[in-house]
């Protein structure tokens, strides 16, 4: 019963967020069942869960997000009060110049607040403000979540205040989709809630970081993709190390952690996923091997993904339905014009 109503929630939040009715709910319950029996192997390593929970017990990710939260935090309060003006980017030339910006470090050797006080476009005004911010900031209670989810996949591309081409009716919604209906692929995410105090559906939403990783066929390795929306090594190493505890601990070898060119990643032909082993920029691939040492190794990510609504053909990138589909959704908006 309860799992009937988690996914008819679910349902209802994809279809807010859609702005659109694309599926009926018995195609979404469907594509669900589907879903968890791609993902049995994982689920069973994972004690059968759909999701694993972990406080974030790590000073070195806490201290990295503080510093980019209170970044972020700092600058929208002064925009907010002062404006853009020259200000603003004298405060932007001080943070980034600073070692500890919730410690009130700056590089100088000064403090900050003293170096914002000796700044004729700052001054008094602006470390009130500093230490306002500084009072209201508390640790985030944080939490990593290891998830098979079929739902987590559908918004894999939306977060707390970010969102990439994933993200419903997003440029490859359907990736989501794709990557939900494979055998290897699971999700990692960082959320600043506990889970319990928080809604089924919303748990996803509330992400701050994602980062997915895709089994090898023995599923004594994995690779490891870029870091979203931004890159933490804070969150890697204890994302990483849960994994390996997680996953690999009973197999009694080695693991290793390595950036290998001969492990390659590919996405499976047709598969509407956007492969961000291969596509991303190099400067922001972040590809980690974790795992039983190797000296090559093929994996692949992605299953091509048929239209949720008939079944029949390969599903858009941008929408889980096929062409056919969405014209009978949609008809045919240019009939006006023409
Ligand atoms: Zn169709």
Known sequence: MEETKKVESQYEMINLLQGVNLFSHEDYISFYKKSLEAKSKVMGLMGGATRIYAKLENDTAINIENERRFNQEIKSRYKEEFGLDSGFFKLCNILSNSKDVVGNKHSSGKKITKVINQTPELGEKVVLLYSQVKNSFIIPDSYLVVSVEPYDFVMMGKGQGWHTCYQPMGEHYSGGYSLALDKFTFLTYIITQNPNKMGDTEIPLGK??????????TYDGMMMSTQYPYK????????????????????????????????????????QIYNDFTLASSMKRENLYVGVDREEDLLKYGNPFKCLHCGGHIALNDMPICSDCEYEIYGDDWSDIM
Not at 235 to 264: A, R, W
């Open 232 to 271: 933490n090594s804070g969150m890697e190493e204890f994302t990483t190390n849960f994994l390996e505890q997680l996953f690999f601990s009973s197999l009694g070898e080695e693991i290793v952690y390595k950036h290998d060119k001969h492990i390659k990643t590919y996405k499976t032909s047709l598969s």
């Open 208 to 217: 701050i970081y994602r980062r997915l990783a895709v089994f090898n066929k």
